[in-house]
């Protein structure tokens, strides 16, 4: 049964938590050299192939409609604009990593990425997403966020964010899955590509505002497609796992990484790009 979290404090430095552990794995027939960082779990995220176990508190889709229908008419629409129509194992990874459609979310998302001042419609956009996320049910459990890089040397895994930093995606908002499906198909979608791509699996543990969405107004029970973080959600880096492959195999890199959610502090880096950064709130 899950049991859902209490909020824990966010440490005030890196706590001992890492420790350094390397290997080689073989998988598929390719040999990857690992390296550990922290505690041993994101080891395990390497390699969705062979399943990610996560797991949830029981979510309601009638009960969200419910609290959806409670919501001003500007947050409702901002919540519609965020709804994924398409099944995640069919999701495009897009700018700044995945998000959950294209359209004016993404578009709002790259333009808060890039630090692009916001038309109006965008402005309000935020806002009334923000406080829709405030309003919804939030399901405490575990999720997992892909997120693609093309360039090698702008990853920040390991260098400049190390474990035991607190780490957020602010200034964007977050889409995660409740499940592995979309991992398991960006493994085998860069598998056909020449370039070379890392591919980094966050698993967010602990997690306490995290909001489910189905897709469309007839959801019936079941999964959500996607799970919405706000923009000043925090977490706790617990854990760094990196598999080079030796040989010729695309992604060239993997990366896990294990966070737990906490309440949020200082000093903070973006989870993307490792860059310091302060939450401005409410919006």
Known sequence: ???????????????????G????????????????????????????????????????PAHFRQRL???????????????????????????????????????LNSHLADGIRLDPGEWSMMRDLSSALGRLPPVPGEYLRVVEYRDLAAIPWGTAIQVGDLVTNHPCFMSTTPDDSYAKWAVGEYAC????????????????????????????????????????????????????ATGQAFPAMRIGVVLEQVASGQPLRNLHSGEPVRVRTPW
């Open 69 to 107: 229908q409670g919501l001003r008419q500007e947050e409702r629409q901002a919540i519609q604009w965020a709804m994924v129509g398409q099944p995640a194992d069919v999701l495009q990874p897009v700018h700044k990593g995945m998000q959950v459609e294209a359209g004016l979310y993404a578009t």
């Open 193 to 244: 590509s020449a370039q070379p791509y890392a591919l980094v699996f966050c698993r967010i543990g602990s997690a306490t505002s995290g909001v489910p969405l189905w897709p469309g107004v007839d959801a019936r029970p079941g999964d959500p497609s996607v799970v919405l973080f706000p923009r000043d959600a925090c977490f706790l880096v617990k854990s760094i796992a990196r598999a080079q």
């Open 21 to 60: 552990l390397s290997f080689q794995a073989t998988h598929h027939g390719v040999t990857f050299s690992v390296s550990t960082d922290g505690t041993p779990q994101s080891h395990g995220l390497l390699f969705p192939e062979s399943g990610i176990p996560l797991d949830q508190a029981a979510s309601d």
């Open 1 to 19: 049964m899950f049991v859902a979290p209490s909020p824990q404090p966010a440490p005030s430095s890196r706590q001992g938590l890492a420790s």
